[in-house]
């Protein structure tokens, strides 16, 4: 057991029931190349092309063995493109059931493992560390770790998520403990009942996979946190992570030779008229979804009925490190969450000298701030004019950086946080790399820019960084 004692749990109402409807409605899919980090795409298709489930849409121009794929049996329908042409999304419009299907894998040696994923588009369900991109397929990594719990605001439950998959989540790490001559670790918060199933799994198949429990508030869940107390990265190591439905769609192709990345997504939120779970498929179009949840006869403007803070902001991913997209854009590829949030398009008349009962405070600068964080979960039985509200707004404007002592009561690495951000900010290369960089990916960082009073944009920051190692490596 490691228990994590640095960190932050918001007590944000709207978490998903425990039921899953299918998303029925949704026609449209869109492989989108802005979720890859440091992907440069060189498109294999063109607007109405005929596709199958696992047709190359298009694929990495450094490297040009890594695809990416439909999701669906479709055509193409779209070629999104940005300012100076920059490819954005392809968007496949489903025309039937037919999941790319072929040879069994679970018997491949570790060599023909790695060429049949470049070759039929599943490489990219692995990502490494640091920098956060696509894993190199000719490196062998120091560890692979898979995350079994979120500890992020309205994080899915993966013990009900994973219900009916645990034999394609085990073969998945049968599937991945043979691409490392290392461990691979699988976490779990203390009580998960998947942890059972691959324990009794472990002992009598696997022998390299270590099973760990961690506890504490969130950051716990981070992949991040994790490998920092179990197999910390150095310059030149090198960890892959994948996420826990990657790894049941990687069992389900090792096992029956089929690729359908089935994805079942959290909706949740404050603005939220129904939480619950959706299954569909990667990269599904979020339009249905949002329709559904809002009910307004403005949509797809998203005004919300008695909402006083005007629009509802759609976040693929949590609130602290998802991001923005449009009503009806497309979720994104590892995310397993869609987080509905009213917009802070509102201005507080002297907020700063109210007592803010319903302003969630870290600091104690406001009232609310003196509940003890063990109440937090009593906040939902309280009046609605004490309740705390969430949502995009700031609450001031951006202020100078100075040492407050904040960050490092949430930031449970063992790094300086705010020295390691000046670092990244003025660009010094040698004096990030003495500070830990190539341990941490911006939503480490997140919290820390939560609680920041000078309302520093971290994330950003931390990414720019990295970017520049990365091609400084390269």
């Known amino acids: 057991m490691i228990r994590i004692k640095k960190g932050l749990d918001l007590p944000i109402e709207g978490a998903a029931e425990c039921r899953i409807s299918d998303a029925c409605g949704v026609s449209t899919f869109a492989v989108k190349p802005t979720d890859y980090v440091g992907l ?48 954005l999304a392809v968007v496949v419009k489903a025309l039937g059931d037919d999941p790319a299907s072929g040879r069994t894998h679970a018997s491949a040696s570790t060599a023909e493992l790695r060429q049949r994923m470049l070759d039929e588009g599943l490489w990219p369900l692995l ?128 096992k029956k030779g089929e690729y359908v990345p089935v994805r079942v997504i959290a909706v949740a939120g404050p603005q939220a008229r129904n939480p619950h779970y959706y299954r569909t498929l990667a990269g599904a179009s979020v339009a249905t979804l949002v329709r559904a949840q809002i009910l307004n006869p403005d949509y797809p403007t998203l005004q919300a009925e008695g909402n006083d803070c005007g629009n509802v902001r759609v976040v693929s991913g949590n609130v602290l490190s998802g991001t923005r997209i449009e009503p009806n854009g497309f979720i994104g590829a590892y995310d397993s969450l869609l987080t509905f949030l009213p917009e802070g398009n509102y201005y507080d008349f002297m907020g700063w000298l109210l007592p803010g009962l319903t302003k969630h405070s870290f600091s104690r600068t406001f009232m609310s701030g003196y509940v003890p964080q063990c109440m937090a979960r009593v906040f939902s039985m309280l009046p609605e004019c004490v309740k705390p509200r969430f949502d995009t707004n700031l609450h001031g404007g951006v202020r100078p950086l100075v040492f407050t002592g904040s960050f490092e009561r949430v930031f449970p690495f063992d790094i300086y946080p705010l020295q390691l951000l000046k670092a990244c900010i003025i660009g010094d290369i040698e004096l990030m790399e003495k500070l830990g960089i190539y341990e941490v990916e911006p939503e480490d960082f997140a919290l820390c820019e939560y609680i920041d009073p000078s309302k520093t944009d971290i994330q950003p920051i931390i990414r720019e960084a990295l970017e520049k190692l990365r091609k400084e490596a390269v």
Request: charge should be neutral; hydrophobic fraction near 40%; include cysteine.
């Open 40 to 87: 440069v795409p060189r498109l294999l298709v063109a607007e109405g092309d005929k596709v199958s489930a696992g047709d190359a849409l298009f694929c990495d121009k450094n490297d040009e063995r890594i695809r990416f794929v439909s999701p669906v049996k479709g055509e193409v329908q779209a070629v999104v493109r940005g300012e100076k042409r920059k490819l």
């Open 127 to 254: 990502r490494q560390r640091p920098f956060g991109t696509v894993a190199n397929p000719d490196n062998t990594p120091k560890a692979i770790v898979v995350s079994c719990f979120d500890s992020a605001p309205l994080a899915p439950d993966y013990d009900f998520v994973m219900q009916g998959r645990e034999e394609d989540f085990c073969a998945g790490l049968e599937t991945l403990a043979s691409l490392t001559e290392g461990d691979l670790f699988v976490t779990f918060r203390p009580g998960q009942r998947l942890a059972n199933t691959v324990c009794q799994h472990v002992s009598s198949h696997l022998k390299n996979v270590k099973v760990e429990y961690f506890d504490g508030p969130h950051p716990a869940g981070n992949v991040g946190t994790q490998i920092a107390r179990l197999c910390p990265i150095n310059k030149g190591d090198t960890v892959w992570t994948v996420t826990v439905q990657d790894v049941a769609v990687l069992g389900r192709w090792a």
